[in-house]
């Protein structure tokens, strides 16, 4: 009886770890090098490069988790983190290499562009001692994180 009562605990247990298990990342990965030109309500036109890499570890289901870098013309960085689900994509980012930080909040579609490139374009606010700013920044894949693999030749 005891060994029976054993067995049916053990395989309640497995089953409710097998149930809370959380999905493997099945998302489109998004990562790679995107060439963006903007405009920000404060500085005006500019360029930035932007860099998207899946952590893979994070990311479930349909929901991709992204480390994200802004690297702005003048050697700026700023660093932070994205989260993806299907073609929406939210950004949120704080200034590196500056004493007070800012923080930036930003929005987006992202889907391929005519020429077969993942674009989007990021609608976003950053927090400052006054009202904010806010800007618009469309970014075209340069280059894929997954370019770099070598894929299979046909049979």
């Known amino acids: 009886m005891k060994r029976a009562i054993l067995t049916s605990l053990l395989i309640t247990i497995s089953t409710i770890q097998i149930a809370e298990a959380k999905p493997n990342f099945v998302g489109v990965n998004y990562s790679g090098t995107y060439s963006c030109k903007g405009n920000n309500s404060k500085v005006g036109d500019y360029q930035v490069l932007a860099k998207l890499t899946l952590n893979r570890a994070a990311s479930r289901g349909s929901i991709g988790i992204y480390d994200f870098a802004l690297e702005t013309e003048n050697s700026f960085t700023y660093k932070g983190k994205a989260v993806a689900n299907a073609n929406k994509i939210a950004f949120n980012l704080s200034m590196s290499e500056v004493s007070s930080a800012e923080f930036s909040t930003g929005i ?19 927090v400052d ?18 370019s770099n693999k070598k894929l299979p030749k046909p049979a």
Not at 129 to 136: A, D, M, P, R, W
């Open 108 to 126: 987006a579609n992202i889907s391929k562009n005519p020429a077969g490139k993942y674009a989007y374009t990021n609608h976003y606010y950053e």
């Open 129 to 146: 001692s006054n009202v904010g700013t806010y800007g618009k920044e469309t970014c075209v894949m340069q280059k894929s994180a997954q």
